[in-house]
């Protein structure tokens, strides 16, 4: 590892693209894995993640849990935000106000800490409403911002990126202390990022200067690096990982991905806003959600969309999250004649319609997927409207405000503690007390609400097992949701760079060197 300040190797640009463009650089405006990996280029969290995702210091260089409801964390001297300022408490103390305000989609975090007091300028307790005791796991992404430049600016107020909120200061200007540093940002066209030459880190990198470019279509991005346009590129679909094995200066970089996609339904709506059954909500009765279960071949999903690189879940984690239990992945039988039966007992022998939302431009393959399931629903009666857009209006729809305006959706959801509580206490929880915020079909079972709670504060393993196991249980046979696979990991890479591809899809400069 290179010492602070000294070069390893020649410095060089380094250009990349992904399927879509950042949704803002306000670190509190979206909880949205793509957007969070490109914030904390430049932006920093109280602890941060190795490319093996070991947990280590960031802004804090320590820890402890010095009573069962405070985490007390020490931090770091001699850190300046890009602006010069100087970092200390009062920015943790500000940053933790900020993700409380209206427009912050960071509820998930702010909802672990009650409190943040000051004990002096470089020590920060974070106290919480309950004994947690993995605190510190879920802290990467809680981002720090500098107090005074917020102040200056007017942005003491998270980025409503789901509302009218596009002119909040911060959502087109960064003033982190991270690696790297904004120097330009055109919405959907580009971004630059610039060294930090004052980061108090350690890097292998010699970048010094870093293109982001949103390119939409796959084979436009594929083609990009191909040509040498750009260095990396992701994702790839699968599919066209044998056209960047068979050219010049280029591979696919794959791997297993920590994210489940998943299919989700309304059932807190006493009827659909997008469907012809008026008067009921078809998905309150389970065994429609069965029936769509049934209804959907993953394996030809696997084969044919995914060309084999997925894993089939029937759970909403996958292997590598602490707390997965593989005897509790065995997923219902694709079955169409049950799934009919299931349909019919339930009032639908001819089916009915639905609307589908979908994204078009934030997992692998998402679109064909959808695609997919609704030619798969269609043999069962089930005529699918597929609403596919791209990412920014999607979650811009379905996240509205907390409205969560949809009737059947695709979503994908990778812990950020690596741990079980995250997806039950995000995904499988009845939205009540800051859990369920991404629970956007609200399935509500309120034993899986304590449970979420319970898992929280236990600190035996083989308790703590038995508390996760009978969530995931209940979750199961509820058809709470429906869960497909887990996508690979699917980048392609110039042979002219090495980069490190972490399970959790997030892309750091840090860990980038240009040959």
């Known amino acids: 590892m290179a010492l602070p300040g000294v070069k ?49 210091p960031g802004l804090a260089t320590s820890w402890e849990n010095v009573e069962p409801t405070v985490w007390r964390f020490t931090l770091r001297q001699g850190v300046t935000f890009h602006n010069g300022s100087t970092f200390n408490a009062d920015d943790v103390i500000f940053s933790v106000q900020r993700i409380n305000t209206e427009g912050s989609d960071m509820k998930v975090i702010a909802g672990l800490i009650k409190d943040a007091v000051k004990v002096d300028d470089y020590t920060v307790d974070l106290v919480t409403e309950q004994p947690d005791p993995i605190l510190p796991l879920q802290l990467e992404i809680f981002m720090i911002m500098d107090k005074e430049w917020s102040e200056e600016h007017g942005t003491t107020q998270a980025t409503n990126v789901k509302g009218d909120d596009q002119g909040n200061y911060a959502n087109l200007h960064a003033n982190g202390t991270g690696p790297f540093m904004v120097v330009e940002r055109q919405p959907d066209v580009r971004t630059v990022l610039k060294a930090n030459p004052n980061w108090w880190g350690e890097t292998k990198s010699n970048v010094t200067e870093a293109t982001f470019t949103p390119i939409s279509q796959d084979a436009t991005r594929v083609a990009a690096l191909i040509s040498g346009d750009v260095d990396m590129a992701y994702p790839v679909p699968v599919q066209d990982w044998k056209r960047l094995e068979g050219a010049a200066g280029v591979s696919p970089l794959t791997g297993p991905e920590a994210r489940t996609i998943f299919l989700g339904f309304d059932q807190a709506r006493d009827e659909l806003l997008y469907s012809n059954v008026k008067g ?119 996240l509205a405000q907390n409205d969560y305006d949809t009737s059947f959706f695709l979503l994908g959801w990778t812990p950020s503690t690596f741990d079980a509580h995250n997806a039950i206490s995000s995904l499988m929880s009845c939205r009540v007390d800051g859990k369920g915020a991404f629970n956007l079909g609200g399935y509500c079972n309120e034993r899986v609400t304590e449970l979420a709670d319970l898992i929280q504060v236990e600190t035996d393993p083989e308790k703590r097992q038995a508390l996760i196991d009978e969530a995931n249980k209940i979750h199961s046979e509820e058809v709470g949701h429906i869960p497909l696979h887990q996508q690979p990991l699917s980048w392609g890479v110039s042979d002219g760079v090495t980069v490190a591809q972490r399970p959790d899809n997030m892309f750091h400069l840090r860990h980038v060197t240009v040959k």
């Open 280 to 398: 009921k909500n078809p998905f309150k009765d389970q065994r429609v959600r069965q029936a769509f279960y049934q209804a959907i071949d993953i394996e030809a999903i696997k084969s044919k969309i995914m060309r084999g690189a997925s894993t089939p879940s029937n759970l909403m984690i996958a292997p590598q999250i602490n707390g997965f239990n593989p005897a509790l992945n065995k997923r219902l039988p694709y079955d169409v004649d049950t799934a009919k039966g299931l349909l019919s007992e339930a009032g639908y022998p001819e089916g009915f319609e639905v609307t589908m939302d979908c994204p078009n431009d934030r997992y692998v393959n998402d679109e064909r997927i959808c695609q997919a399931v609704a030619s798969m629903l269609a043999r069962i009666g089930v005529k699918v409207d597929l609403l596919a857009q791209t990412k920014s209006k999607y979650f811009g729809k379905v």
């Open 8 to 56: 390893t190797a020649e410095a060089k640009p380094f250009k990349w693209a992904f399927q879509g463009d950042v949704q803002t650089v306000d670190p509190h405006g979206l909880f949205e894995t793509f957007t969070l990996g490109f914030q904390l280029n430049f932006y920093e969290g109280l602890v941060s993640r190795s490319a093996d995702l070991e947990l280590q």
